[in-house]
């Protein structure tokens, strides 16, 4: 768990839009406008998210693809905030 808390906290892309994600189910323009990023830059970030299985999509019917925070994603995410600045 150690090594995926490292790479969520060494990004700030993947480590804000974990949080974000863990607040609401988001779509990537609307995480690029929250963070004022590039949604190219949340895309990949989201894909890094998933492959760890931190994120995963939600089906839907629309073009917009809507993601959240997994169970693990949450876990991880309690570890990472709890950690010292």
Same mark, same amino acid.
């Given at each position: 768990?150690? =090594?995926?808390? &490292?790479?969520?906290? @060494?990004? #700030?892309?993947?480590?804000?839009?974990?949080?974000?994600?863990?607040?609401?189910?988001?779509?990537?323009? %609307?995480?690029?406008?929250? %963070?004022?990023?590039?949604?190219?830059?949340?895309? @990949?970030?989201? &894909? #890094?998210? @998933?492959? %760890?299985?931190?994120?995963?999509? !939600?089906?839907?019917?629309? =073009? %917009? +693809?809507?993601? =959240?925070?997994?169970? +693990?994603?949450?876990?991880? !995410?309690?570890?990472?905030?709890?950690?010292? +600045?």
């Amino acid at each position: 768990m150690g =090594r995926v808390v &490292s790479f969520v906290s @060494r990004s #700030e892309v993947r480590s804000h839009v974990l949080v974000d994600i863990s607040k609401a189910p988001r779509t990537p323009s %609307e995480l690029a406008s929250l %963070e004022g990023k590039h949604v190219s830059h949340v895309s @990949r970030a989201l &894909s #890094e998210l @998933r492959a %760890e299985g931190l994120v995963e999509s !939600l089906p839907s019917k629309s =073009r %917009e +693809r809507y993601y =959240r925070a997994t169970d +693990r994603g949450y876990l991880i !995410l309690a570890t990472f905030t709890q950690l010292p +600045r």
